[in-house]
């Protein structure tokens, strides 16, 4: 699972790295006082397979906004995403587990 609150992770390079590998997708990063861009796109071949004409092009934007990290509630970003990952951690890996 990779959430961006932060795009120059480990895991969004990991992410960028297997799509890059599998599917020759194209990684781009923008950087400025105000974010973190990552950009990763492909031609889904498999759509060829499955009856489409020209296979689709697909486009993921991961993006790190410096300026908003916390909640009104004073949680950040970080700290949800490591919420959700617990909860999938207890509740998805261990039933499913192959």
């Given amino acids: 699972m990779v959430l961006p ?3 120059k992770s480990d895991n969004v390079a990991t992410l960028a790295g297997h799509l890059t590998d ?7 990063d923008f950087s400025s006082d105000y974010c973190d ?3 990763i796109h492909y031609l889904n071949h498999w759509e060829n397979v499955d009856g489409g004409d020209s296979g689709g092009r697909v486009y993921i934007k991961l ?3 410096k300026n908003f990290q916390e ?3 004073g949680h950040t970003v970080k700290q949800f995403e490591d ?4 909860v999938h951690e207890r ?3 261990v039933n499913n587990i192959t």
Avoid: C
Avoid at 22 to 28: F, P
Avoid at 83 to 86: Q, V
């Fill in 22 to 28: 599998m599917t020759g997708a194209e990684v781009e």
């Fill in 83 to 86: 919420y959700i990952l617990k």
């Fill in 71 to 73: 909640t009104d509630s």
């Fill in 37 to 39: 861009v990552k950009s």
């Fill in 91 to 93: 509740y998805y890996f």
């Fill in 63 to 65: 993006v790190t906004n």
């Fill in 5 to 7: 609150s932060d795009v």
